[in-house]
Nanobody, 125 residues
Framework: QVHVVESGGGLVQAGGSLRLSCAAS????????MGWFRQAPGKEREPVAA???????YYADSVKGRFTISRENVKNTVYLQMNSLKPEDTAVYYC???????????????????WGQGTQVTVSS
């Protein structure tokens, strides 16, 4: 059975940084793409970033230049380094595992078949 577990969330002031981690188990980690999504209260889940099996990265416009996604296959872990955080980054952040068959639609949640429970990120102003 595949498990996806996020960690690293917390409370940070605007302008600060956090690094989220996501560990996946139950299948060959390196064979799958990984994505980060987020959902703020009262809003729909939105894509944040993704990284393919070959480490090609994708970012939402709202986080480009501030967030960096990376993966460490030997540890079955994907990271999301978040810098210059803003109050509007406050959300529950979800990690997902899948195969990005359509790179132009990396943000499509239907390309991810296993999801974590989420980790809360709160950015205070």
């Amino acid at each position: 059975q595949v498990h996806v577990v996020e960690s690293g969330g917390g409370l940070v002031q605007a302008g600060g940084s956090l690094r989220l981690s996501c560990a996946a188990s139950g299948r060959t980690f390196s064979a799958y793409s990984m994505g980060w999504f987020r959902q703020a209260p009262g809003k729909e889940r939105e894509p944040v970033a993704a990284i393919s099996r070959s480490a090609i990265t994708y970012y939402a416009d709202s986080v480009k230049g501030r967030f960096t996604i990376s993966r460490e296959n030997v540890k079955n872990t994907v990271y999301l380094q978040m810098n210059s955080l803003k109050p509007e980054d406050t959300a529950v952040y979800y990690c997902a595992s899948g195969v990005i068959r359509r790179p132009s639609r990396w943000y499509d949640h239907e390309q991810y078949d296993y999801w974590g429970q989420g980790t809360q990120v709160t950015v205070s102003s």
